[in-house]
């Protein structure tokens, strides 16, 4: 049973625009929520979290939305930058061991 | 400050063979997690390593072993290996209690043939 899915894929954003990758859920026994990114022949890098008492953390570009009632994370970077083309992964947290679940991925393009 | 690093980058072998890989953790990291990443997929979690000790386990069997050495560096074997066990294997460090940002390695790409 997928606990975490990432349903898109792919997209592709044009430069300068708002890329939103989107992210649902199963169980609410997570407490925390993260997004990842990851590039060809490079392990997963932190980008961005939040915690399941608030519903919104921004950081610079990227901020994330927590929707607990809906069970839905999601992800805006705006503007896109061509840059930010990789893979995405939103990742949830739990357990003493705090040790994650991911989604599948969405693979985002940002065209020049 | 190195980040963490993971040996060897790629590996091929045959159908019942056993493997080890291995992962140095960031300095100052004190927990190791191991997780397997599928093609098309989404990194699992195998296991996670702290003070020497499995301190919680994934959805894999037994076949799939660790270890941390007193230096926090751990290695992860995988016996009597099957096609598809064919992934690559992240490591990924942290420390500390509560929210904790795990990094993660470059990987080690298994090929089982």
């Known amino acids: 049973d997928q606990q975490v899915k990432q349903n898109s894929p792919s997209l592709s954003v044009q430069e300068g625009r708002i890329s939103i990758l989107n992210c649902d859920y199963t169980?609410?026994?997570?407490?925390?929520f993260l997004w990842y990114k990851k590039y060809p022949a490079e392990g997963p890098t932190f980008l961005i979290s939040?915690?399941?008492?608030?519903d919104k953390n921004e950081d610079g570009r990227f901020t994330v939305f927590l929707n607990k009632s809906a069970k839905h994370l999601s992800l805006h970077i705006v503007p896109s930058q061509p840059g930010d083309s990789a893979v995405y992964f939103c990742?949830?947290?739990?357990?003493?061991?705090?040790?994650?679940?991911f989604g599948s991925g969405t693979q985002l393009t940002v065209l020049p | 400050d190195a980040g963490v690093t993971q040996s060897p980058t790629h590996l091929i072998k045959t159908r019942g063979q056993q493997v080890t890989l291995r992962c140095s953790p960031k300095?100052?990291?004190?927990?190791v997690s191991w997780y397997q990443q599928a093609l098309g997929q989404g990194p699992q979690f195998i296991f996670q390593?702290?003070?020497?000790?499995?301190?919680q386990r994934g959805n894999f069997p037994d076949r799939f072993s660790g270890h941390q050495f007193p230096n926090y560096s751990s290695e992860l074997n995988v016996n009597a290996l099957l096609l598809g066990d064919s992934a690559l294997y992240l490591c990924?460090?942290?420390?500390?209690?509560?929210?904790?940002?795990?990094?993660f390695g470059p990987g080690t790409r298994l090929t089982v043939l």
């Open positions: 990924a460090s942290s420390s500390g209690q509560g929210f904790n940002e795990q990094f």
């Open positions: 169980n609410s026994m997570f407490d925390y």
């Open positions: 939040i915690s399941s008492i608030k």
């Open positions: 990742a949830l947290q739990s357990g003493s061991a705090r040790q994650l679940t």
């Open positions: 300095s100052g990291h004190d927990t």
């Open positions: 390593y702290y003070e020497e000790e499995e301190r």
